[in-house]
């Protein structure tokens, strides 16, 4: 499975009581998005820059316009020139392939 093949799925709503993906399965799909960082084996964090504050806020945008329509809502910090997304399943306090879906699909913004 690649980043490609990730972005072409759809978040699927959890409704708790789905396990956290760790070990070997966090694995395989962290290297479907290299660009995330798995963060304490619970969230996804992305960086992105830009040259100015318009057009991480268009991003930002953007971002919020993908997530709404996956129903999977990341944690979007803009600052001058940069926009941090987090994302990770708050139902289970951890990490779902929903998570890797979101981060693929905004990779491809």
């Not at 959890?14 to 304490?40: F, I, T």
């Amino acid at each position: 499975m690649s980043e490609t093949d990730l972005a072409s799925k759809h978040c699927v709503p959890c409704s708790g009581g789905v396990p956290k993906l760790w070990g070997l399965q966090l694995e395989h799909y962290a290297k479907q998005v290299p660009e995330w960082k798995v963060d304490s084996e619970h969230h996804l964090e992305r960086t992105f820059k830009f040259p100015d504050f318009k057009s991480a806020l268009a991003f930002t945008n953007n971002v919020g316009e993908v997530a709404e329509a996956e129903g999977h809502h990341p944690d979007i910090a803009l600052s001058w020139g940069k926009v941090t997304v987090t994302i990770w399943t708050h139902k289970i306090d951890g990490l779902s392939e929903a998570d890797f879906v979101l981060a693929a699909k905004i990779s491809r913004l």
